[in-house]
């Protein structure tokens, strides 16, 4: 049974990793690749434990060529440059967030952290100042255009939404913070923000109402999750150990993984998408 041992992801956030360690990866690169050559800003809502993260890490690996990555996926042969570009790459879920400087200091300590490498201008005293001159300075230091992920913008909002007066201070704080991205857009590359959820009545998004939300878009509704076509296709031989272990047949064992683990729609004609956390931990215990 040693060629069949598998790796799975559970846990595992960093594409890098999750290559570099051999784990099961069902293969979205294809529409990541139309994602970044078709338009350059958008906004994705999925639930928890649902791929965001990964597919964060995943373009972060792909503008920043690491080709060596991508062996034996779609993009392998999709990709002809491989252009290496400037990534700023923010995880708002490194903290949580009770008070509005606890907010400040994680956008402050990331600000940082880039300017180390793009340096600081006199003058730049609020976050969107710094945070224009970064996406600046990385154009003209590099002579790439920039690209901008933001994963789980909304934490700071889900995490004070049991207090209006921090949440209003917190509002404020995110919409000075996003307020350069539209103004930039000669220096963007690709822009992406994910979260759980679009918090439109909390005017984040006055300060990005150019993003093309692809939240509940027929083509990319299998963006994140595991599709049926791509369970009974690349993750066929765990269907085959989970059936062989449980003493049932293929199908059966197919029938209950639909029962417990799909039933996701995120768009009119979305296929059943199964939550991968979940069916990664069912294949892990083989039941």
Not at 161 to 171: A, L
């Amino acid at each position: 049974m040693e060629e069949n041992f598998r790796r799975y992801p559970i846990g595992i956030q960093n594409f890098e990793d999750l290559r570099n360690n051999d784990c099961v990866y069902v293969d979205k690169t294809e529409l990541i690749y139309r994602l970044t050559h078709t338009n350059k800003v958008y906004f994705l809502s999925r639930p928890r434990r649902f791929g965001k993260s990964l597919l964060v890490s995943t373009l972060e690996a792909y503008f920043l060529g690491k080709k060596e990555l991508f062996q034996g996926l779609a993009m392998e042969t999709l990709e002809k440059d491989w252009t290496v570009y400037p990534v700023l790459h923010f995880d708002f879920s490194v903290s949580k967030y009770i008070t509005a400087d606890m907010l400040s200091a994680v956008i402050n300590r990331q600000l940082l952290l880039w300017e180390k490498i793009y340096q600081r201008e006199e003058g730049e005293t609020t976050f969107s100042l710094r945070f224009e001159g970064i996406i600046r300075r990385a154009y003209k230091q590099t002579g790439k255009q920039v690209v901008v992920l933001i994963d789980e913008y909304d934490s700071p909002m889900l995490d004070s939404n049991h207090n209006d007066e921090v949440q209003k201070e917190i509002r404020n704080i995110m919409r000075d913070f996003f307020s350069p991205l539209k103004a930039q857009g000669q220096y963007l590359r690709f822009l992406l923000l994910t979260g759980i959820s679009k918090f439109s009545q909390m005017s984040i998004f006055s300060e990005l109402n150019n993003l093309q939300n692809i939240s509940m878009r027929d083509d990319y509704s299998a963006i994140c999750g595991i599709t049926e076509q791509e369970l009974r296709t690349q993750l066929q031989i765990d269907i085959e150990q989970m059936a062989q272990a449980n003493k049932e047949t293929y199908e059966e064992a197919c029938v209950h993984l639909k029962q417990q683990y799909d039933g996701y729609h995120f768009s009119e004609n979305s296929e059943d998408i199964y939550n991968p956390f979940s069916l990664f931990n069912a294949f892990a215990q083989k039941k």
